[in-house]
């Protein structure tokens, strides 16, 4: 059996907890329960106690010479982040098309000319289970490097049943023998595949009467995603297959309202969306229905500096009370990055997050997005003990030393892992 392990003297020990149940919004999403000279007592992978230190040693310290100690002074501790949106499977590279950006074309053009998804969907169905896996673990490696310890995973570089499924099994694959929880989405509506071009609705039918009910049945998915964009599925088409997808048991997400104004926000909000993603060009109507309805805002401001578009509004969706999530959005085209710790950054330079928002986006806010927030995204007795020892001394430092990984160590389910 492991030894305990007692963190103790952390300069602040952000626990994230709160009375408040769900998502947080508003003045919320600033509570991030902050103790100084901070304790963790983790024992058989579970928080067991938070506090002071102080409080802590009335309790523990006769079981001292039980535990490894960690000495925590002038440093922050916080939960394990958590990334609530990622392709973190795929095939190959597309490190072409980022010079083709840099020259002018745009992510339509790239992808109209039979890049963009297109590519690594052709890369993606060639690939053996092995060679994605090896590929996803070095990309799953450097999150926990920077201090992420839950990622939700997306397929959606298939579109076909049998490569949808490759990468949905290479997925429970990985959760089997990495560190990392990865939670499974479904998302063969990403595209709609060039042999489909000019057959949409034959691909829509097929997606919801060959493929869904097969990916429910082998229980290889969560969640339900869909690219709700102009040029990609219609609002009519998105509603189809994400409710398609609730009656077989598939929560639905959505990609709204990336590259114009089409109404994705408030279909998310129509059919109970657990969170909406992108949402750079979302409508007031849109936004305002999402706060409404409860459904979780995930902006990725990394993929709007790599595309160098505005990022979405952030502050304003806090300010009218949408709860907001943030990730890196790991893909191959438009944010091939696995640094949670520059999206904090980013959120609080690009959408005017302050510090606080942005570690609670990362976090708790995050595990709420992927239905996680029983087990991980705070500090509390019961719950996983996931946590990351950074090198600065409070979550402002945290944010304000931008572009810097300041992990120094990171413990999954009580293991240190970094």
């Known amino acids: 059996m492991p030894r305990p392990i007692w963190i103790k003297h952390s300069a602040q020990l952000a626990t994230l907890a709160s009375d408040k149940k769900g998502p947080r919004t508003k003045e919320a999403m600033s509570d991030l329960g902050l103790i100084e000279d901070g304790s ?20 523990y310290l006769d079981r001292s010479h039980e535990a490894e100690i960690v ?26 098309e980022f010079e083709m950006r840099l020259q002018g074309a745009t992510y339509m053009d790239i992808m109209n000319a039979g890049g963009g998804i297109h590519a690594t969907t052709r890369m993606t169905r060639e690939a053996t289970k092995d060679e994605l896996i090896e590929q996803a673990t070095r990309r ?46 479904f998302m063969g509506a990403h595209a709609v595949p060039p042999e489909y071009k000019g057959r ?24 339900n ?25 598939l929560i639905p997400k959505i990609h709204a309202d990336e590259i114009e104004p089409y109404g994705g926000a408030e279909l998310a909000a129509k ?25 979780i805002a995930c902006l990725l401001p990394a993929t709007a500096l790599y595309l160098r578009e505005e990022a979405a509004v952030g502050r304003k969706m806090i300010d009218e009370g949408v709860a907001v999530a943030i990730s890196t959005d790991c893909n191959p085209g438009s944010s091939p990055t696995t640094s949670m710790p520059l999206v904090m950054n980013l959120a609080c330079i690009s959408m005017r997050l ?23 995204g705070s500090l509390e007795v019961g719950k996983q003990a ?23 160590a990171v413990w999954k389910k009580g293991v240190k892992v970094v």
Not at 155 to 182: A, F, P, W
Not at 200 to 223: G, N, Q, S, T
Not at 225 to 249: H, M, N, W
Request: charged letters at 25%; proline letters at 3%; one cysteine or more.
């Open 71 to 96: 000495d925590a002074m002038n440093h922050l501790v916080t939960p394990g982040l958590v990334d609530p949106h990622t392709h973190v499977v795929y095939g190959g590279s597309r490190e072409r």
């Open 40 to 59: 963790l007592w983790i024992e058989n992978g579970l928080i067991q106690a938070v506090g002071t230190t102080k409080e802590l040693e009335k309790h």
């Open 271 to 295: 059919v109970g969306a657990i969170s909406a993603e992108h949402l750079l060009k979302a409508s007031e109507a849109g936004i305002k229905a999402m706060a409404k309805s409860g459904t």
């Open 140 to 185: 799953l490696d450097s999150f926990l490097a920077h201090g992420v310890t839950t990622v939700e995973g997306k397929s959606g570089y298939g579109m076909n049943l049998e490569t949808e499924l490759k990468q949905l099994k290479v997925m429970k694959r990985l959760q089997e023998q990495h560190m990392i929880d990865i939670v499974p989405t």
């Open 225 to 249: 995603d869909v690219f709700c964009e102009k040029g990609v599925y219609t609002p009519e088409q998105s509603e189809r297959i994400l409710e398609a997808g609730k009656r077989l048991g």
């Open 354 to 376: 302050t510090p606080a928002e942005s570690l609670t986006a990362a976090t708790y806010n995050a595990a709420c997005a992927i239905n996680r927030q029983e087990q991980v």
């Open 200 to 223: 949409e609705e034959d691909f829509v039918d097929y997606l919801i009467h060959d493929m869904l009910p097969v990916v429910a049945e082998e229980k290889l998915a969560e969640f």
């Open 386 to 408: 996931d946590i990351v020892l950074w090198k600065t001394k409070s979550y402002q430092e945290l944010q304000y030393l931008f572009g810097v990984n300041h992990v120094k």
